[in-house]
């Protein structure tokens, strides 16, 4: 763990970035660009449950997910995370599930996941 860039620390840092998506720490907070949309990741770290708001403040979340501190983290070093469910994810798969999430209103990571399945 003490080779990890500590997010909090950084105050911008580009995670991930690709044709469609950028995954960023802004001002020492995660952020998402996903086409024209941007999205402010936090969490609540108790399940932990994932909390996406949009700029014009609609929220939504996916229980039992990521903090995305510590995923921006993992993914700035190179490494991947694993959801609850088995599912291992690199920046951009964490990227189209935060994204299709967003349009839920709610969900948890088995439902958010679900945008794996209709494509595979």
Not at 5 to 15: D, G, S, W
Not at 31 to 40: E, F, P, V
């Amino acid at each position: 763990m003490d080779d990890l860039i500590y997010n909090k620390r950084r105050v911008n840092l580009a995670v991930y970035s690709d044709e469609r998506f950028r995954l960023v720490i802004e001002n020492g907070r995660v952020t998402l660009t996903a086409a024209d949309n941007k999205y402010l990741l936090s969490c609540h770290p108790y399940e932990p449950c994932l909390y996406i708001t949009s700029v014009n403040g609609v929220k939504t979340y996916v229980r039992n997910a990521f903090d995305p501190d510590v995923v921006a983290d993992i993914f700035a070093n190179g490494g991947t995370v694993t959801s609850i469910t088995g599912r291992e994810y690199g920046p951009r798969d964490f990227c189209v599930m935060v994204e299709y999430a967003s349009t839920l209103g709610g969900a948890d990571i088995d439902g958010a996941e679900k945008v794996f399945r209709d494509s595979e």
